[in-house]
């Protein structure tokens, strides 16, 4: 499985962007790229995913450049709301058994 | 259906008792995993079922850790003889394989987590 490396810590302030992002040198072929959001006490949430160029949804968007070793999410205007832990992951779409492999994801704060 | 559910949402024994967590999948969902989180990192995978089948274990899952699914539908964790180190967030994810099934489309997949029981030994 890919690994992937992401920055531990990050702050902001409400209404700017936020840009997170993740190194993935190994990426397969096969890999898709997944972000997750975690707040205290509930499970992960899928937010979005992609396999290449930008992917956009009502919540984010995550833009991955043509080598696909690095991808960035970014939240737009981001709100007290969305203080929380993202995590990176990559793996096989058609072996998704033992695909989500969390790293230790990115703490982001958001101040007022 | 309302999405994945977890009993109990907390749970507090003593070192050496056992317990057992339950996680109900979204109904359509036929694959089933268990995950332990601990304060400060990321899950970390246990197992997984595919209906009833349970088709991988990690490492982390020692002898005194027992999964079933019975029926395909909900699933139990079980953990006998209770250690402090197995204090942690235990978290149940379900998800439709093969992708798409769900009408997600093969590029949206993700795998839907429940709150999770968050045991404590002491």
């Known amino acids: 499985l890919a690994k992937t490396t992401q920055p531990i810590s990050m702050d902001s302030y409400e209404g700017q962007e936020v840009n997170i992002t993740c190194s993935h040198n190994?990426?397969?072929?096969?890999?898709?790229i997944t972000w997750y959001q975690q707040f205290p006490s509930q499970g992960p949430r899928f937010i979005i995913q992609?396999?290449?160029t930008k992917v956009t949804n009502e919540v984010a968007s995550l833009f991955i450049p043509a080598d696909r070793k690095s991808s960035t999410l970014s939240l737009p205007r981001v709100s007290l709301s969305d203080t929380a832990v993202y995590y990176c992951?990559?793996?096989?779409?058609?072996?998704?058994?033992?695909?989500?492999?969390f790293g230790g994801g990115t703490r982001l704060m958001v101040k007022p | 259906d309302t999405g994945v559910s977890q009993d109990p949402r907390h749970k507090i024994t003593k070192r050496g008792q056992n317990v057992t967590f339950r996680c109900d999948p979204i109904s359509e969902h036929n694959r089933l995993y268990w995950y332990r989180q601990t304060l400060g990192q990321g899950p970390e995978f246990l197992t997984y079922f595919q209906n009833e089948a349970q088709l991988e274990k990690s490492r982390l899952l020692s002898d005194r850790f027992s999964a079933e699914r019975p029926k395909g539908s909900f699933s139990t964790l079980e953990i006998q003889r209770t250690e402090q180190g197995d204090s942690a967030m235990y978290l149940c994810?379900?998800?439709?394989?093969?992708?798409?099934?769900?009408?997600?489309?093969?590029?949206?997949?993700?795998?839907?987590f429940g709150s999770g029981t968050r045991l404590t030994v002491v």
């Open positions: 190994n990426i397969a072929t096969n890999d898709y």
């Open positions: 994810a379900s998800s439709s394989f093969p992708p798409g099934t769900t009408g997600w489309g093969r590029s949206n997949y993700g795998y839907t």
């Open positions: 992609g396999y290449k």
């Open positions: 992951l990559v793996g096989d779409i058609d072996n998704a058994g033992n695909m989500l492999t």
